[in-house]
C-alpha cells in the first residue's frame, strides 16, 4: 500500500461535518456506518434516502416539501426529482442577514469591497425591484457579461429570487464567443461591466459591447457596472444604461422570493464550444443547490467560520460552485485578475490577508508556482489554511508533493473532477480520509462512479471510461433548442445506454481514491492501446526547461503516433539531450508507448478561456481540419503555430 503525503487529525475528525452527517444518517436509519467507504456505499446503494437527508441535514429552505426524493431511481436520463417541492434558491443563499462579511472583493487596480451578509440581502433587493419594474419574470433568461465581483453575484441573486434564469460567460470572450451562447437563449436583459484589468492592462468593452448588443435584439436592456471609470460613455451602445442609474434607490425594501419547483430552470451553463456550437446545459434549482451543499458542507467542511476562494471567472462552473458558499454563511472571497500580477506570490499575500481557510485554483496554477519557485509557506502566515482544492485538468504527483514541500504540511490537498454538465464534482475530497500523492481521494456520495472497460464492464486498477451508473439531482434537465433531446442523449447515454458516460479517462485505485487520466476524447492510440495525456504532461513539465506542452495523435501510415509540443522555459532550447532526457522519463516512468514519435517546440500553447488545453483543436490544424468556434479560445492565433509543420511530414 501507498503511503499517505496526509491524514486529518482525530480532533478534525471529530469535528468534520461529514462525521456529524454520518452520525445523523445512523439515527434516521438505524445504522452503524464509521467508515467513509461505508456511507459511500450507502448513498449509492439508497439513493432516496442519501438525499433525502442531505436535504434535511444541510437545512434546504423550501415553502413546500418534496413528494417523493426521485420517481424512479433506475431511470437516466429521465429521472424527476423533489416532486412536489416548492423553493428558491436566492433564498437559500440569503439566509443569513447579519453583519458578518459575505463577500469580500480583491481585483487588479481596485480597492478591496467588503459586504456583510445584510449589505449583500439589501443590494439584491434593491435590483431585483429593478428587475421587476424592467418586467423580468420567472423564466425570462438574464444574461451576465462580467469580471468575478459583487455585482455579478448580486444580479444573479436578483435574477434567480425572481425565477429569472441566470446564464454567464467572462468578458474576454470575443463578440462571436459572447454571441454563440447569449444568442441561442435569446437573454432579456444582459449586465456587463465598461472594462476589465488583467496583468496589468486596461481592456475596455465599449466597443465590444456593441458589437454583441447589435446581435442581441432579444436585450431590452444593457445594465452597465462601472469597472475601468466611475461614469463611462455609453452614448454609442444602444439600450445602455448605467448600473446605478437602474437599481432601486429606496432602502429597506422587501425581497419576495418566487417560491417555485424544484426543477425550475437556475443557471444555463455552456460546453466550451472547441469542437461546434455551445451546448446550452439547463440545470435546476433544487438539484443544483442540493449538491453543491453536499460538496461544499461534506466534502469541502465549510461552514461559518470558513473564507474561501477559488480562483475562477464567471465563464466557470466553479464560479457557480463557489457562490453557493453563501448557503452556509462562509465568507467568499472573488478575485479578478492575473494571478500572477504583480508578482507570483500575489495570492498567497492575499491567502494571507484574509485568513483564507479554502484555497480552490487549478493544477495548472500550482505546477507554475512551482516552476517560478513560490515558497508560499515561507513567505507568508498560511496558518488558518486548512485545505487546497484543485481542478481543471490532472494534478500532478510533482505538485502534489510541492504543496505538502512549500505550502503547508498540515492540511487537506482535494484534488476534484466532474464538468459543468453536472455543476458539481464526480470525484473530490474527504475530510476524514488519507491524501495520495496523484490521487483524488474518493468518489462522490450519492454518485454511482464507476470505470469502465471497453466492453462496458466495471474494472479496478485500470484504465477505461470514467462513468456514472445511477441519476444525480445536478443532472442537466435539458438542453436548450434540442425539444426530442437527441442531443442530451448523444452527449453522454451514446456509449453506454442508461450510463453517463463523462469522457474522461480515469482509473479507480486500490485505496479506493481515483486516478484520471485527461479526456477521453484527447485519449491517444497508438497501436490499439490507450494512453492519456496525462501521464505525458507530468513528464514533461517537471522538467525545468519546459515551461508547457501539449500531446495529440497524428493519423500515420495507417496507425496513430504520438506527437508532443512543447513551450520552453525562457532562456532555454529544445536541443537533441533534452529531447532524449525527456524520452527516457517518459519510457522509464510511464511506457515506451508513451514515448513522443516527435518533439516539436513551439512558441505557444492554446488553451480555452477557461484554462484548459485544447487538445482537439491541435489534432484538427495538425491533420488540416477546420476548428469551430475559435472565439471560445485565450489565444485563438496560437493555433497557427501548429499548421503545415514539416517535422509532422516525414
Known amino acids: 500500500m501507498k503511503e499517505p503525503l496526509w491524514r486529518p487529525s482525530a480532533e478534525r475528525v471529530a469535528h468534520a461535518n461529514l462525521t456529524r452527517f454520518m452520525e445523523f444518517v445512523n439515527s434516521r436509519h438505524g445504522s452503524g456506518f464509521r467508515t467513509y467507504d461505508e456511507l459511500y456505499r450507502w448513498s449509492v446503494a439508497e439513493i432516496p434516502a442519501f438525499w433525502a437527508a442531505v436535504w434535511e441535514f444541510c437545512g434546504v429552505i423550501a415553502s413546500r416539501g418534496f413528494d417523493r426524493v426521485v420517481d424512479d431511481p433506475g431511470r437516466m436520463p429521465g429521472a424527476r ?11 437559500n443563499l440569503l439566509r443569513f442577514r447579519d ?27 434593491r435590483l431585483a425591484q429593478a428587475l421587476r419594474e424592467a418586467g423580468v419574470g420567472a423564466g425570462d433568461r438574464v444574461a451576465g457579461f462580467m469580471p468575478n465581483m459583487p ?22 470572450f470575443g463578440i462571436r464567443g459572447a454571441v454563440d451562447r447569449f444568442g441561442q437563449i435569446r437573454p432579456k436583459l444582459l449586465f456587463a461591466a465598461d472594462g476589465y484589468i488583467y496583468n496589468g492592462r486596461r481592456f475596455d468593452l465599449r466597443e465590444r459591447l456593441r458589437g454583441i448588443m447589435d446581435e442581441l435584439p432579444t436585450v431590452e436592456r444593457l445594465v452597465v457596472v462601472p469597472f475601468l471609470d466611475e461614469r463611462p ?22 425581497l419576495p422570493f418566487e417560491q417555485l419547483p424544484a426543477e425550475h430552470p437556475l443557471y444555463i451553463m455552456y460546453s466550451s464550444g472547441t469542437t461546434g456550437p455551445p451546448k446550452c446545459m439547463v440545470q435546476g434549482a433544487a438539484g443544483i443547490l442540493v449538491n453543491h451543499l453536499k460538496e461544499l ?3 469541502t467542511d465549510l461552514g461559518r467560520g470558513d473564507t474561501i476562494l ?18 452556509v454563511g462562509a465568507t467568499v472571497v472573488l478575485y479578478d485578475g492575473a494571478p500572477f500580477h504583480p508578482d507570483p506570490g500575489a495570492l498567497w499575500r492575499l491567502a494571507e490577508e484574509e485568513r483564507l481557510t479554502v484555497f480552490g485554483t487549478s493544477a495548472r496554477y500550482l505546477a507554475a508556482m512551482e516552476k517560478a519557485g513560490v515558497r508560499p509557506g515561507r513567505d507568508c502566515d498560511l496558518a488558518p489554511l486548512r485545505a ?49 500523492e496523484g490521487e483524488l481521494q474518493c468518489r462522490g456520495l450519492g454518485m454511482g462512479v464507476e470505470v469502465f472497460d471497453e466492453g462496458g464492464r466495471p474494472v479496478v486498477g485500470r484504465k477505461g471510461e470514467l462513468v456514472c451508473t445511477a441519476p444525480f439531482p445536478s443532472m442537466p434537465l435539458h438542453f436548450w433548442n434540442d425539444p426530442d433531446g437527441m ?30 487520466h485527461g479526456r477521453s476524447d484527447a485519449t491517444l492510440n497508438p497501436g490499439g492501446v490507450r494512453i492519456g495525456t496525462a501521464e505525458i504532461y507530468r513528464q514533461a513539465e517537471a522538467l525545468p526547461e519546459i515551461a508547457d506542452s501539449i500531446c495529440v495523435g497524428q493519423r500515420w501510415e495507417g496507425d496513430e503516433r504520438v506527437i508532443l509540443f512543447v513551450r520552453m522555459a525562457a532562456g532555454c532550447e529544445l536541443t537533441e539531450e533534452l529531447r532524449e532526457r525527456l524520452r527516457r522519463a517518459i519510457r522509464e516512468n510511464v511506457s515506451p508507448r508513451h514515448v513522443p514519435a516527435r518533439i516539436i517546440a513551439v512558441a505557444d500553447i492554446p488553451y480555452t478561456i477557461n484554462m484548459k488545453k485544447v487538445e482537439l483543436a491541435v489534432r484538427n490544424v495538425i491533420h488540416g481540419e477546420p476548428v469551430k468556434n475559435r472565439d471560445a479560445l485565450a489565444n485563438p492565433e496560437a493555433l497557427e503555430l501548429y499548421r503545415e509543420l514539416p517535422e509532422l511530414m516525414t
Open 233 to 254: 460613455d455609453l452614448a454609442a451602445i444602444p439600450r445602455a444604461i448605467l448600473y446605478g442609474a437602474f437599481a432601486a434607490r429606496e432602502e429597506g425594501l422587501p
Open 310 to 327: 477559488y480562483l475562477t471567472t464567471c465563464g466557470w462552473m466553479m464560479w457557480n460552485w463557489l457562490v453557493s458558499a453563501l448557503a
Open 297 to 299: 458542507v461534506l466534502h
Open 388 to 436: 487546497i482544492l484543485s481542478t481543471g485538468s490532472p494534478l500532478s504527483v510533482d505538485s502534489f508533493r510541492y504543496v505538502y514541500r512549500e505550502v503547508k504540511s498540515d492540511l487537506q490537498l482535494a484534488s476534484i473532477s466532474g464538468g459543468t454538465d453536472l455543476n458539481g464534482c464526480f470525484a473530490l475530497g474527504n475530510p476524514l480520509g488519507p491524501v495520495y
Open 487 to 516: 442531443k442530451y442523449r448523444r452527449a453522454y447515454f451514446e456509449r453506454f445506454p442508461g450510463v453517463w458516460a463523462h469522457g474522461d479517462f480515469a482509473e479507480l485505485t486500490e485505496t479506493d481514491g481515483m486516478i484520471i
Open 81 to 91: 426529482w423533489f416532486e412536489g417541492a416548492r423553493l428558491n434558491f436566492a433564498e
Open 151 to 172: 455585482e455579478t453575484v448580486i444580479a444573479m441573486l436578483a435574477a434567480t429570487s425572481i425565477g429569472a434564469v441566470w446564464s454567464s460567460c467572462s468578458p474576454d
Open 99 to 125: 453583519d458578518r462579511v459575505a463577500l469580500v472583493f480583491r481585483g487588479e487596480g481596485r480597492e478591496t469591497v467588503r459586504i456583510t451578509y445584510a449589505g449583500l440581502f439589501e443590494r439584491t433587493a
